[in-house]
């Protein structure tokens, strides 16, 4: 391709989940890898790649890894709801490792950010890329501050970021909510191809979806700058997922799903007016 950059991307989270499948398809179409992962690679390693197991919270080790390349896919870290102290040395810690190096290499930064940053949007709402972040987690917590980070080397550094909202990346949707978020992973991969060659995105969110007739809570974002457009669709599983809902009013009310339900300790309003404390599922 003519237009591929030159230099390798550096893609972290390599052993993980999307890792792993963009590791292998990214390779497949010809990209240079160069993965690292804190955990070591499960499985035979895609031609052509190299992999160092590292951990992100080493600053010197992600800029050792980072030397020479054009861009960076950040997917890297603490991928669920967690406690605070369990997500701040990869998630923080490391997003500003990652920024740091992307600033010294002139590298964009593909970042794996997540709809939990908009997590406590009401599923009645339609939201656009500039709507307020409103995190559901402290993992969506740490994804709202990966997303900062990027704003702050943009204006300050002209660091470029494609910011990827990922809904729920996986081989297939498994109930109403996921129904409406799916991103398949073919969608993923050339979603990361023209958030690495789509020219001057400056800094630009993306929604991460199929095009999923049961979605109605995304709207504007920065699609159309990058050149791309959802290919797949998670309309054959609705006939089996679209009533396999939450039990949980919390989870159902807003966009984050459980994420906001974990933990919830707000007074509830009942239909009949009255205010009830919902107890505390978890600690964090
Ligand atoms: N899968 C989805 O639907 C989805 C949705 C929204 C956002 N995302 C984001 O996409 C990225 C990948 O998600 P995934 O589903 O593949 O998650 P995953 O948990 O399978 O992969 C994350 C990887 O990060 C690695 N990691 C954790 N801590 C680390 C550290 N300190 N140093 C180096 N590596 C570390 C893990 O070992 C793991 O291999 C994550 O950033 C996640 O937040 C995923």
Request: net charge positive.
């Amino acid at each position: 391709m003519a237009d591929r950059p030159l230099k390798p991307l550096l893609l972290t989270g390599a052993a993980g989940a999307l890792g792993r499948h963009l590791a292998a398809a990214l390779a497949a179409k010809g990209w240079t890898l160069r993965l690292t992962d804190i955990a070591a690679f499960p499985a035979a390693l895609p031609p052509d790649t190299i992999f160092s197991q590292a951990d992100l919270a080493d600053g010197a080790a992600i800029s050792r890894l980072a030397a020479g390349c054009g861009a960076i896919l950040h997917f890297g870290g603490i991928a669920r709801d967690q406690p605070f102290d369990a997500v701040v040395p990869p998630n923080i810690i490391g997003a500003h490792h990652i920024y740091a190096a992307a600033r010294r290499e002139r590298a964009r930064v593909v970042l794996a950010s997540s709809n939990h940053v908009a997590g406590f949007h009401e599923r009645t709402e339609r939201i656009d890329d500039v709507a307020p972040l409103l995190p559901d987690s402290y993992y969506g917590l740490s994804k709202a501050y990966a997303e900062l980070l990027a704003r702050l080397y943009w204006e300050k550094h002209r660091v470029e970021s494609v910011l990827l909202r990922i809904g729920s990346c996986a081989p297939e949707p498994w109930d109403a909510r996921s129904l409406q978020i799916w991103l398949s992973y073919a969608d993923l991969t050339r979603l990361v191809e023209r958030a690495v060659l789509a020219p001057d995105v400056g800094c630009a969110v993306v929604w991460g979806s199929s095009r999923n007739a049961a979605l109605s809570w995304w709207g504007k974002d920065a699609r159309a700058k990058l050149g791309w457009e959802p290919q797949d669709s998670s309309d054959r599983f609705a006939a089996h997922l679209a009533q396999k809902r939450s039990a949980d009013p919390i989870a159902e009310r807003y966009m984050g799903g459980d994420f906001c339900a974990n933990g919830f300790s707000r007074p509830v309003v009942a239909p009949d007016g009255t205010k009830k404390k919902k107890p505390s599922r978890t600690k964090n």
